[in-house]
């Protein structure tokens, strides 16, 4: 259900993905720069769709409440 739900908003967004996946079990995807705010919404809309577990690192002030449990629960780490 969340895969679909993240693949209409991605839809209604403009938006098509493409997923090529990586030749090994495990992988680095870096991601710079960052051109809008928008970026980390749509990333994790991606992740959802594709079923990808990911990992991100953020600033460690962003890891304050009342995010800090959605942002651990999404793969962040501070």
């Known amino acids: 259900m ?3 739900l993240a693949a209409l908003v991605l839809r209604l967004a403009g938006w098509q993905t493409v997923y090529a996946p990586p030749p090994g079990p495990k992988s680095v ?3 710079y720069p ?3 705010n928008w970026d980390f919404p749509l ?3 991606f ?3 594709h079923r990808l577990i990911v990992n ?3 600033k460690d002030t962003l890891f304050r409440w009342p995010l800090r449990s959605l942002f651990l629960w999404l ?3 501070p």
């Open 43 to 45: 990333g994790i809309l």
């Open 29 to 31: 995807v870096l991601v």
């Open 56 to 58: 991100w690192a953020g």
């Open 2 to 4: 969340i895969r679909g």
């Open 34 to 36: 960052h051109t809008s």
């Open 47 to 49: 992740t959802a769709m």
């Open 75 to 77: 793969g962040g780490v």
